[in-house]
């Protein structure tokens, strides 16, 4: 029933820009924090930004300063816009729906296909 549907990704030169889509079914999008998440060969999943159900956004602190989270409620969708990527940027990029936890968002797992994001040097 809950589906996340992420969309963007493809192949970009370091300093180059994309905007990632995570289109949302099956969940009350409104009340629902949403995160973005990736994952790189051999690494952990990692979460990479968040934004809350008032529009509060949380960033990791490698991407600081370059990513900016956004939502559109009218639309059950959350964007993820990359600027001045990086080659260690590189993975595949999954969103999520959860809750805030006190202060440390919390996914829940239903992860979608994710979509994959290379920066080439």
């Known amino acids: 029933q809950v589906q996340l549907v992420e969309s963007g990704g493809g192949l970009v030169q370091a300093g180059g820009s994309l905007r990632l889509s995570c289109a949302a079914s099956?969940?009350?999008?409104?009340?629902?924090?949403m995160g973005w998440y990736r994952q790189a060969p051999g690494k952990q999943r990692e979460l990479v930004a968040a934004i809350s159900t008032t529009g509060s956004t949380n960033y990791a602190d490698s991407v600081k300063g370059r990513f900016t989270i956004s939502r559109d409620n009218t639309k059950n969708t959350v964007y993820l816009q990359m600027n001045s990527l990086k080659p260690e940027d590189t993975a595949v990029y999954y969103c999520?729906?959860?809750?805030?936890?006190?202060?440390?968002?919390?996914?829940?797992?239903?992860w979608g296909k994710g979509t994959l994001v290379t920066v080439s040097s």
């Open positions: 999520a729906h959860g809750t805030y936890y006190k202060s440390t968002y919390m996914p829940m797992p239903n």
């Open positions: 099956g969940i009350i999008f409104s009340i629902n924090a």
